[in-house]
Structures are given as structure tokens and as C-alpha cells.
């Protein structure tokens, strides 16, 4: 075992695109004192803005980092791929934010051309074709339209893994837990700048409870119908949590509050489209983003915006973490958090006992009963939070506890609801109600897969071994996955511990993650239903 190390604080991924690159003036070193001091408080977006000359092929990028300005022109890639290797140029380093603060930003690294080649020399080499593979049908394999982007996508992604994994320790440290709306504000505030530099568009979507995230990257067809992708950046860690439980590297594993669930899959898109814009390319349809601010607690507001984005989507990817070998999840059960509250009488009770009524005693009894209505089979019951009382002289008035409940079948959902809807109080003069906070109905395995077995097969391509499996929790692809749309969970880092003290990313996977999910960008979809366009 080695010593556990902090990990520095540094930078999300952003690029400057294209394959071969003319002169660029040199990168300035990070300053020091003031100037440097701002970018632990204040969000340093790197801004792409792109302009293309006379000359179709060719691009100028201008990236702004603070006040560093760079400018780099490059040829665009077509069909055949080069990687740029980079020289990273870090910002100045930040600390872990100080308890009770609300972090806005942390410094982010520049990916920039490692050296500049001269104009006169001769064009980079194409890369190896690389034959199509044929699916289990005999199908022409996926990548057959664009020959050398596997071996492209791979070596990019393992020169990017790192910075990736830097950004995901800087998202951990921004802590973000359910119903913090300042924090969950700043860290969409980071999100968004980090998006923004590979090249999306931002929508900010005001909450009750924190800002959502609507985000969309335009397409090489924008005749398609878009690929919908969900994500969330509330966590269920309270805020000052990072005082006890830094975040750490130890072991080949990222750890800390929030890393797997799902900051580690957040960071990996952002790198999956600076891959995407590095080598010159787009998706290739429009892609959208959606990132809630409320999924830990059930999407009660989200929901309404990943419903939206539903309309015409070709297909709905989650960024949720794999099963802890890598599997993709296929099928998700059902999931309700419902508040049961009772109301009884105070009364003291030493003098007058017989005069109140006990609304924790009533809620007590009502537990039990409620652990037999749940029985139903392909039903969990979890009773996550109880309250009630005031002071133990005193008969309580009011009682209440927060259930979470989990189903196989929508049937079986519906029956417990309907049997929770008519518990009536067991003592006279006592109230009970039910109310359902949020829901999301069960999403279903389907022995046909056009999705799954498209992104094994694309999977295939990249050297990686991939499958999925039905999950046992619930999440936003539970809405699609309902209605039958084409959808596949588990997409964000591979590791494990969700909710868990030791939670926690497999370093070594990131990268095989982050090329997986361009590629799924880049390459057309086949035909997944028969209205489909795509």
C-alpha cells in the first residue's frame, strides 16, 4: 500500500482542435500573487471561438485562459486521424475550498500543441485504415465510415486520461450536496464553462432547490434526430464533508464525496468532447445534456426538463457509474420516496398523559404495517429517516419518516402505492398521511438490444470487452428507459462505493471510458427502432 496523497487541484479539459497545427506563439507561464490568486475564487473559462479563412480547411482557434491568449491555426481532419500530443500548462494550483465556503472555480489545465510544426512541412501521415467489423448479424462494423478513428480515440484518450482525472478531483472538491442551491449554482457555474470550451452551448434552468444545465453541441447532420445524454451534479454528502474526507489518490484509485456518483462521469464527457475537438470532428448528430441539480432526492424538478429533451431523441445515454466490473446497465427498478406524517395531541406526560396522543407511538405501529404491505414480491422497503417528539416530558404531537421504496414491475409499484394511499391511524384522535415525493417508474429489460449490442460492437473496435446487465437502483434513464426509448446507463467511471464512504474511480479506466464515449459521439448510429432516422 503507498501513502495516500491529496491530489492537486488543477483544470478541465479543453483543446485546441485539429490534427497538424502551424506556428502558435508560446503559452505564457502561470503568474503568481494576485492574478493567480483570483482563479481559486473566480471561474477561468478557457473560450473557443473559431473563424475559418478563405481557406476551408483551415481553422484558427483563439483560446483564452485569464489573460493568456494563444493562437493556433490548424488543418481539420476529415477521415483519417492524427492525435495532437500536448503539453499541459497548469494555472495556478488551488486548495481545497475551507469549510462552510462556496467554491466558484478552480484553475484548469490548457491542452495546447506540444510543438509547433513549421509551414513548410510536408502533411502528417494518415492513419492505418482500420477494416470494418462485422456485429453478431453480419453487419458492416461501426466505424467503417471513418477509417483510423479507434486507434485515434484510444491514443488520444490515454494522453488525456490524466487531466480528466485531475478534473474529476476538482469537481469533488466543489461540493455540491442535494438542496444546497448557492453550491449546486456554483459548480453548474463550473460545469458550464468547462462544456462551453468544447464548443456547446449553455442554458441555465433555475430550480427550487439549484440551477439545471441544458446544453446542446451542434452535429455534422443536423437533419438527425438528437442523442439525449442525462447527467446530475448534486451529491448526497453534506456540506464540510472534504474536512475529514479529502479527496485522495491512492492505489490507482481516485476517492472522496461524490467521485463516482457522478462527477467521475461528467468529467469523462467533457474529455470525450475535447477528444472529439482536438482531432477536428463533431458529433455526429446534435447531442444534448441534461444536468439536474436534484436526482439524489428523485428529480422532483429535473424530471420536467429531461422529460422535454425526450421529444425525437434517437437515443438516451445516462452517466451514472457502471456496475463495478464495467458493465453498461440495461434495465433499472422502479423507485418512490414517500413521507409518512402523523399527527397526534401534546399533552405532559407525567400530569395529563391520558389527555395527548402519541404521534411517534402511532407512527411506530404504522411502520410495522407499512413492512407488510411491501412485502408484495419484486418490492424493497428502506425507512431512511425518522423524526418526531419534542422532549421526553412531553407526548408527541407530530412524527413523521421518509420511505424509499423500490420495485421489479410497474404492477407491483402501483399496488404498494395504492395500499400506502389508504393507511388510516390506529389510535383515536391521531392523523396519518402519505404523501409521494417523488417517483420514477420501473425501466424493464428487453431481450432485443440494437443499442447495447451497437456499443459492444463499437467497444469491440477499441480493444475493450463490454456488456451489460440490469441495475438495481434507479435514476433519470428510468423515464426513458419506461417508454421504450433505446437507452443504456452507466457510461461515467468505472469504480464503486455510491453513497459510501469508500467510494471511489478506477484511475486505469478513464481512459478506455473517455474513447468509448466519443466514439458513441462520432459514429452514426444504426437503425435502433423503425422510426427512427438515424
Same mark, same amino acid.
Given at each position: 500500500?503507498?501513502?495516500?496523497?491529496?491530489?492537486?487541484?488543477?483544470a478541465? &479539459?479543453?483543446?485546441?482542435?485539429?490534427?497538424?497545427?502551424?506556428?502558435?506563439?508560446?503559452?505564457?507561464?502561470?503568474?503568481?500573487?494576485?492574478a493567480?490568486?483570483?482563479?481559486?475564487?473566480?471561474?477561468?473559462?478557457? *473560450?473557443?471561438a473559431?473563424?475559418?479563412s478563405?481557406d476551408s480547411?483551415?481553422?484558427?482557434t483563439?483560446?483564452?485562459?485569464?489573460?493568456?491568449?494563444?493562437?493556433?491555426?490548424?488543418?481539420?481532419?476529415?477521415?483519417?486521424f492524427?492525435?495532437?500530443?500536448?503539453?499541459?500548462?497548469?494555472?495556478?494550483?488551488?486548495?481545497?475550498?475551507?469549510?462552510?465556503?462556496?467554491?466558484?472555480?478552480?484553475?484548469?489545465t490548457?491542452?495546447?500543441?506540444?510543438?509547433?510544426?513549421?509551414?513548410?512541412a510536408?502533411?502528417?501521415?494518415?492513419?492505418?485504415?482500420?477494416?470494418?467489423?462485422?456485429?453478431?448479424?453480419?453487419?458492416?462494423?461501426?466505424?467503417?465510415?471513418?477509417?483510423?478513428?479507434?486507434?485515434?480515440?484510444?491514443?488520444?484518450?490515454?494522453?488525456?486520461?490524466?487531466?480528466?482525472?485531475?478534473?474529476?478531483?476538482?469537481?469533488?472538491?466543489?461540493? =455540491?450536496?442535494?438542496?444546497?442551491?448557492?453550491?449546486?449554482?456554483? @459548480?453548474?457555474?463550473?460545469?458550464?464553462?468547462?462544456?462551453?470550451?468544447?464548443?456547446?452551448?449553455?442554458?441555465?434552468?433555475?430550480?427550487?432547490?439549484?440551477?439545471?444545465?441544458?446544453?446542446?453541441?451542434?452535429?455534422?447532420?443536423? =437533419?438527425?434526430?438528437?442523442?439525449?445524454?442525462?447527467?446530475?451534479?448534486?451529491?448526497?454528502?453534506?456540506?464540510?464533508?472534504?474536512?475529514?474526507?479529502?479527496?485522495?489518490?491512492?492505489d490507482g484509485?481516485?476517492?472522496?464525496?461524490? &467521485?463516482?456518483?457522478?462527477?467521475?462521469?461528467?468529467?469523462?464527457?467533457?474529455?470525450?468532447?475535447?477528444?472529439?475537438?482536438?482531432?477536428?470532428?463533431?458529433?455526429?448528430?446534435?447531442?444534448?445534456?441534461?444536468? &439536474?441539480?436534484?436526482?439524489?432526492v428523485?428529480s422532483?424538478?429535473?424530471r420536467?426538463?429531461?422529460?422535454?429533451?425526450?421529444?425525437?431523441?434517437?437515443?438516451?445515454?445516462?452517466?451514472?457509474?457502471?456496475?463495478?466490473?464495467?458493465?453498461?446497465?440495461?434495465?433499472?427498478?422502479?423507485?418512490?420516496?414517500?413521507?409518512?406524517?402523523?399527527?397526534?395531541?401534546?399533552?405532559?406526560?407525567?400530569?395529563?398523559?391520558?389527555?395527548?396522543?402519541?404521534?411517534?407511538?402511532?407512527?411506530?405501529?404504522?411502520?410495522?404495517?407499512?413492512?407488510?404491505?411491501?412485502?408484495?414480491?419484486g418490492?424493497?422497503?428502506?425507512?431512511?429517516?425518522?423524526?418526531?417528539?419534542?422532549?421526553?416530558n412531553?407526548?408527541?404531537?407530530?412524527?413523521?419518516?421518509?420511505?424509499?421504496?423500490?420495485?421489479?414491475?410497474t404492477?407491483?409499484?402501483?399496488?404498494?402505492?395504492?395500499?400506502?394511499?389508504?393507511?388510516?391511524?390506529?389510535?383515536?384522535?391521531?392523523?396519518?398521511?402519505?404523501?409521494?415525493?417523488?417517483?420514477?417508474?420501473?425501466? /424493464?429489460?428487453? =431481450?432485443?438490444n440494437?443499442? @447495447?449490442?451497437?456499443?459492444?460492437?463499437?467497444? *469491440?473496435?477499441?480493444?475493450?470487452?463490454?456488456?451489460?446487465?440490469?441495475?438495481?437502483?434507479?435514476?433519470?434513464?428510468?423515464?426513458?428507459?419506461?417508454?421504450?426509448?433505446?437507452?443504456?446507463?452507466?457510461?461515467?467511471? &468505472?469504480?464503486g462505493?455510491?453513497?459510501?464512504?469508500?467510494?471511489?474511480?478506477?484511475?486505469?479506466?478513464?481512459?478506455?471510458?473517455?474513447?468509448?464515449?466519443?466514439?458513441?459521439l462520432?459514429? /452514426?448510429?444504426?437503425?435502433?427502432?423503425?422510426?427512427?432516422?438515424?
Amino acid at each position: 500500500m503507498t501513502a495516500a496523497t491529496p491530489v492537486p487541484a488543477t483544470a478541465p &479539459v479543453a483543446v485546441a482542435a485539429g490534427a497538424t497545427t502551424a506556428p502558435a506563439a508560446p503559452t505564457p507561464a502561470a503568474t503568481t500573487g494576485s492574478a493567480a490568486a483570483s482563479t481559486t475564487t473566480t471561474s477561468t473559462a478557457i *473560450a473557443s471561438a473559431a473563424t475559418t479563412s478563405t481557406d476551408s480547411t483551415t481553422t484558427v482557434t483563439t483560446m483564452t485562459a485569464g489573460a493568456t491568449t494563444a493562437a493556433v491555426t490548424a488543418t481539420a481532419a476529415t477521415t483519417a486521424f492524427t492525435p495532437v500530443e500536448p503539453t499541459r500548462t497548469a494555472g495556478a494550483a488551488t486548495g481545497t475550498a475551507a469549510s462552510g465556503t462556496v467554491r466558484t472555480g478552480t484553475a484548469r489545465t490548457t491542452l495546447a500543441p506540444a510543438a509547433p510544426t513549421p509551414a513548410a512541412a510536408p502533411p502528417t501521415a494518415a492513419a492505418p485504415h482500420t477494416p470494418a467489423v462485422p456485429d453478431s448479424e453480419g453487419q458492416t462494423g461501426p466505424t467503417a465510415a471513418l477509417p483510423g478513428l479507434p486507434q485515434a480515440l484510444s491514443t488520444r484518450a490515454r494522453t488525456l486520461a490524466g487531466a480528466v482525472r485531475r478534473r474529476c478531483a476538482d469537481l469533488a472538491r466543489i461540493e =455540491s450536496p442535494s438542496g444546497d442551491a448557492p453550491r449546486l449554482d456554483a @459548480l453548474a457555474e463550473e460545469l458550464a464553462a468547462g462544456f462551453r470550451a468544447t464548443g456547446a452551448t449553455v442554458q441555465r434552468e433555475p430550480g427550487p432547490a439549484g440551477d439545471h444545465l441544458v446544453l446542446e453541441w451542434e452535429g455534422r447532420d443536423e =437533419s438527425l434526430p438528437h442523442l439525449l445524454v442525462v447527467g446530475h451534479h448534486d451529491t448526497v454528502w453534506p456540506a464540510g464533508i472534504l474536512t475529514d474526507w479529502p479527496v485522495t489518490e491512492q492505489d490507482g484509485t481516485l476517492s472522496g464525496p461524490g &467521485v463516482v456518483d457522478m462527477k467521475g462521469g461528467l468529467a469523462i464527457l467533457e474529455g470525450a468532447f475535447a477528444l472529439l475537438a482536438d482531432l477536428g470532428q463533431r458529433p455526429h448528430r446534435t447531442v444534448r445534456l441534461v444536468v &439536474v441539480s436534484d436526482e439524489e432526492v428523485g428529480s422532483p424538478d429535473g424530471r420536467r426538463l429531461v422529460e422535454r429533451q425526450l421529444r425525437d431523441a434517437a437515443a438516451v445515454l445516462g452517466l451514472e457509474p457502471p456496475h463495478p466490473d464495467g458493465r453498461l446497465k440495461t434495465a433499472r427498478r422502479g423507485s418512490t420516496r414517500v413521507r409518512l406524517t402523523v399527527t397526534g395531541r401534546e399533552a405532559h406526560a407525567g400530569n395529563d398523559a391520558a389527555d395527548g396522543v402519541s404521534a411517534v407511538d402511532e407512527l411506530v405501529d404504522q411502520l410495522v404495517a407499512v413492512r407488510g404491505l411491501t412485502s408484495l414480491p419484486g418490492t424493497e422497503l428502506n425507512a431512511g429517516r425518522i423524526s418526531g417528539g419534542s422532549r421526553a416530558n412531553v407526548v408527541a404531537g407530530r412524527a413523521e419518516a421518509e420511505l424509499g421504496l423500490r420495485f421489479s414491475t410497474t404492477e407491483a409499484q402501483r399496488r404498494t402505492l395504492d395500499n400506502l394511499a389508504r393507511l388510516t391511524a390506529l389510535r383515536p384522535g391521531a392523523r396519518v398521511r402519505t404523501e409521494v415525493l417523488s417517483s420514477r417508474p420501473a425501466w /424493464p429489460e428487453r =431481450s432485443a438490444n440494437p443499442l @447495447l449490442r451497437h456499443v459492444r460492437s463499437l467497444a *469491440a473496435v477499441l480493444g475493450q470487452q463490454l456488456d451489460g446487465a440490469p441495475a438495481g437502483g434507479a435514476g433519470d434513464t428510468n423515464l426513458p428507459g419506461s417508454r421504450g426509448l433505446p437507452t443504456l446507463d452507466g457510461f461515467g467511471a &468505472v469504480g464503486g462505493g455510491a453513497h459510501a464512504r469508500h467510494e471511489h474511480i478506477r484511475i486505469d479506466q478513464l481512459a478506455p471510458r473517455i474513447a468509448l464515449l466519443a466514439a458513441l459521439l462520432a459514429v /452514426p448510429l444504426p437503425r435502433l427502432r423503425d422510426r427512427s432516422e438515424g
